[in-house]
């Protein structure tokens, strides 16, 4: 990836944003070149042109997207473990950003709430795991729509109908 003025990149948690400028900047008194990157709200992160290598990448591509809906579509076995004990690996998952990442927690998100709902009890996730969940399928559908040229509604409801299909 090239990171030059205008790229589109994705950074983990963070989601979506663009490259809008590259300037040389002091980091523990040593100096780099830095990419900042500015995402929606006015957010703008500067990273060490090395680290924005590691931690920046280019929007899913149409076969990753595939990935995504195959996952969508397939669903998840609900785990038996608490919140707690599965935390961990999903933060993990957020962090990295990764599209097919964020299906498996939207996956798990949904599984367990029909599980919830199956069994008559009320269909709400703890607190923490619906966080992780609500952030995870909006970062997952801000990225099909900028990937398809959708607006984030459209690709939620995309989502939305894979998850449907399970």
């Known amino acids: 990836m090239q990171l030059v003025l205008g790229d589109v990149v994705v950074y983990g948690t963070y989601g979506i944003g663009r490259v809008v400028a590259r300037e040389r900047g002091l ?3 040593v100096e780099h070149v830095m990419v900042v990157v500015e995402f929606e709200g006015g957010l703008r992160v500067s990273l ?3 680290r924005a290598r590691l931690q920046l ?10 990935q995504v809906q195959q996952a969508l579509r397939e ?12 935390r961990r690996g999903a933060r993990a ?4 950003g990764d599209p097919l990442g964020l299906a498996e927690i ?8 029909r599980s919830l709902a199956a069994r008559g009890l009320r269909p709400e996730l703890a607190s923490g795991e619906r966080d992780v969940y609500l952030k995870a399928r909006g970062l ?21 109908l894979q998850l449907g299909s399970a």
């Open 93 to 96: 998952k957020l962090s990295d």
């Open 57 to 66: 990448r280019a929007l899913a591509s149409e076969a990753e997207i595939e």
């Open 27 to 29: 980091v523990f008194d």
């Open 48 to 50: 060490p042109i090395e």
């Open 106 to 113: 939207v996956c798990d998100g949904v599984a367990r709430t």
């Open 140 to 160: 997952l559908a801000c990225e099909i729509a900028q990937a398809r040229g959708l607006d984030a509604t459209e690709a939620d409801e995309w989502i939305e």
């Open 75 to 86: 669903g998840r076995a609900v785990s038996s473990e608490p919140w707690l004990s599965r």
